[in-house]
């Protein structure tokens, strides 16, 4: 057994029942084999051991009450996982599946994600059980503030930075961010993805779906390709998704279908983006009612048909592994060209395998999704500077980012015998700056 076949081994045998943390172990930890092989004093030094355990977990109750004076208590967690490159970084999830698995699978990924987007960051993750669907605001409120209330002690702008992912945007930003102001009195980058009239960036709400389509750009573009006149699905119709489609219609690329946790639409002309913003971000609504409005579309109850419609590209950003198998020999039979993740771990393990054998250019979340936290990254910039980058600023340093990330996880592959294997290529990259941070500090 080698060492990284021992260390998921073990992991597995000392942290039952977390699937999902499993599965992001095993994909980043196989990825990593030839730099084992080629780092032995990385095995004396516990490095994946330490590198796999959360430098810290924090596990809380968060009580509230809804409009009807009924009182009801959810989990908090915030899982500090890594702080070799940076302070903690990593998005809130507000979402009933939360559980300790689903925050450190995407603690994990964080920490690698975080690295490869060349900026000062740690890994961390953190939300809750809560659903905040079908709460009124003030219910939502209440919520964030008895969250902020135990949160607050254990985030700082220097010391970790959560910011959004699923179930929290730019509301529960808002209320959690009032909230530690008042207990802390001070305005400071302690959240990102802040409104743009209390120290929020430009660019910030539109940055992982744009981040996403420029990498697909670039990786056809290095394949003397593009996405103009490409057809394209796009799961998921939340922020990632939404501007995943503005930026890919921008470029020329027609997107047919998106979904919600209900069902999917499929519009053969292209999805008309300003009805499912209307119906997502002002209304709040069911996606189901753009068929309603738009004549000549279908709507299909459930979530896996989307895959079955024919596309070139194909950009999960809902949520884990909605593509399975069986999704994944859909979509190449069907002659998919490009599969990008805007979701984390939106692709069972052995769905990737498919895509890849099937010579699919696939680009894996911790790379492709990267431009969010990026963006993160320079919101913190600018708050800590106090001042702001116009749009154009922030989108070209968003773009070239993406442009890097993306030839650096090549490069990786390349000088790793394992070209075109993207998965494995950004797992390396990301990890060797954090390793160096981490031998560099001794045994911590
Ligand atoms: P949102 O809450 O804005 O949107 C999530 C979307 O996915 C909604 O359409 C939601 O449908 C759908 N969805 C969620 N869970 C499921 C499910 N179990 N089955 C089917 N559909 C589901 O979240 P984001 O757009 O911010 O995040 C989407 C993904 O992108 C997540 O994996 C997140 O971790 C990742 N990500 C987000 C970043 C960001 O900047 N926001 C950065 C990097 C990654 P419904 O409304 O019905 O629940």
């Not at 709400?205 to 981040?211: P, V």
């Not at 189901?288 to 709507?299: H, I, L, M, S, W």
């Not at 154009?392 to 390349?414: F, G, P, Q």
């Amino acid at each position: 057994m080698n060492y990284v076949e021992r260390v998921l081994e073990e992991l597995k045998r000392k942290n039952p029942n977390e699937p999902e943390f499993h599965q992001a172990a095993t994909e980043i930890l196989t990825g990593l084999a030839p730099v084992t092989a080629r780092h032995p004093e990385y095995e004396k030094a516990a490095l994946l051991e330490r590198f796999v355990e959360p430098e810290r977990v924090i596990l809380f109750r968060v009580p509230w009450t809804d409009d009807n004076g009924c009182v009801h208590v959810n989990k908090g967690y915030r899982v500090q996982f890594n702080s070799a490159i940076g302070p903690y970084k990593g998005g809130l999830r507000f979402h009933p599946s939360v559980n300790l698995s689903i925050m450190k699978f995407l603690g994990l990924e964080q920490i690698l994600k975080n690295s490869l987007t060349g900026l000062p960051i740690g890994g961390g993750k953190g939300g809750s059980d809560f659903d905040p669907k079908e709460k009124s605001d003030l219910e939502v409120m209440r919520f964030c503030q008895s969250f902020m209330t135990e949160l607050y002690r254990h985030i700082g702008q220097d010391t970790d930075v959560p910011a959004g992912d699923i179930g929290v945007g730019g509301r529960e930003i808002g209320y959690l961010f009032g909230q530690y102001k008042r207990i802390r009195d001070e305005h400071v980058g302690v959240l990102t993805g802040r409104g743009l009239s209390y120290g929020g960036s430009l660019v910030r709400t539109e940055a992982t779906g744009y981040g996403l389509v420029y990498m697909a750009e670039e990786a056809l573009a290095c394949r003397g390709d593009s996405l103009a006149g490409k057809t394209a699905v796009i799961s998921g119709s939340g922020n990632v998704a939404i501007y995943a489609c503005e930026k890919a219609a921008a470029l020329g690329a027609k997107v047919v279908a998106m979904y919600d946790s209900n069902g999917y639409v499929y519009d053969r002309e292209g999805i008309k983006l300003d009805v499912v913003k209307r119906i997502k971000e002002v209304e709040r609504g069911r996606i189901k009612e753009y068929a309603a409005r738009v004549k000549g579309t279908e709507y299909h109850e459930g979530c896996k048909g989307i895959w079955t419609i024919p596309c070139d590209v194909a950009l999960p950003c809902a949520t884990q592994n909605e593509i399975d198998l069986e999704s994944a020999n859909a979509l190449i039979r069907n002659g998919v060209k490009l599969v990008a993740e805007g979701a984390n771990m939106p692709t069972t393990l052995d769905g990737i395998k498919a895509f890849q054998s099937a010579g699919v250019v696939f680009l894996p979340a911790k790379a492709a999704n990267a431009g969010g936290v990026a963006t993160s990254a320079l919101e913190m910039a600018q708050s800590s500077g106090r001042m702001y980058w116009r749009f154009e600023e922030v989108d070209a340093k968003l773009k070239h980012i993406m442009v890097s990330i993306y030839h650096n996880m090549d490069n990786a592959a390349k000088e790793y015998g394992v070209a075109g294997d993207f998965v494995a290529g950004a797992n390396i990259a990301g990890f060797m700056k954090v390793a160096d941070a981490m031998m560099a500090h001794g045994i911590v």
